[in-house]
């Protein structure tokens, strides 16, 4: 077995701490488009738009996995997938969720929680119009998270759709596919020291009846206010 305990990287110094003041905007959405440029800046980094996104049933049992960001707006974050996905099934029946990016390069990464909804039929559509048409058949071909035989099973439904389409010049989105919008409430942003002594800083809005501290919490924009966490 592998020796995790000495698995050591330097993150961040003193010389380069994030705080408040480093902050290039006070609305959460905007500063993630900020760090998100810096990350798209960074040759090393294939998907900056990788997150994972967490679920989880009525009941409360989670899951996770890796999905790819496909849309930013000040409304929030959008992805697409398979409504009859595990995930899609419990955003369905539990609609609070949870991402995370994370960009090892610059030891940087945000986490957001937030509430999902669908995005208007069209708008699906619009994107699903945009794919390769090789990714439109294979979102017609699996029944995302159902147990299958083997591998071939996909390969042959792949090769199936292939021949129906082959002169096929438009293929129609499946009804069962589309997109979910994450409308945030909450944001992380996080950078890594190497003395895990890790700047936190949080965005909130303040609950009912909750009254603005000054000593631990600053002003952001529209009703947002900012908190450090420890590490």
């Known amino acids: 077995m592998a020796d995790l305990q000495n698995m050591r990287k330097s993150y ?3 010389d380069s701490i ?13 500063q993630f488009e900020a760090w998100f440029n810096d990350i798209c800046a960074h040759k090393s980094i294939e998907e900056p738009n990788a997150m994972a996104i967490a679920t989880a049933t009525k009941s409360g049992i989670p899951s996770v996995r890796m999905v790819l960001c496909k849309g930013l707006s000040p409304e929030g974050f959008t992805f697409y997938t398979n409504f009859a996905s595990k995930k ?5 029946e ?7 990016f994370y960009w090892e390069p610059l030891k940087r990464s ?9 995005i208007p039929e069209e708008k699906s559509e619009e994107y699903f119009q945009s794919r390769p048409k090789e990714s439109q058949l294979g979102a017609m071909v699996s029944k995302q998270s159902s147990v299958i035989e083997n591998r071939q099973v996909l390969d042959k439904k792949l090769k199936d759709l292939r021949e129906q389409f ?11 596919w589309g997109g979910f919008l994450i409308r945030p409430y909450a944001f992380e942003f996080w950078q890594g020291q190497t003395n895990r002594l890790h ?5 909130r809005k303040l609950a009912e009846g909750e009254k603005f501290n000054p000593d631990v919490m600053t002003k952001g924009e529209e009703e947002w206010i900012i908190e450090r966490l420890s590490s």
């Open 12 to 14: 961040h110094d003193a």
């Open 18 to 30: 994030f705080d408040v003041n480093d902050l290039s905007s006070r609305n959460p959405m905007k």
């Open 88 to 92: 899609g099934n419990e955003l369905a």
């Open 94 to 100: 539990n609609p609070n969720c949870s991402l995370m």
């Open 110 to 118: 945000v986490r957001v929680e937030g509430i999902a909804e669908l």
């Open 166 to 176: 082959d002169s096929v010049e438009r293929v129609d989105k499946p009804k069962y």
């Open 199 to 203: 700047d936190r800083l949080t965005f």
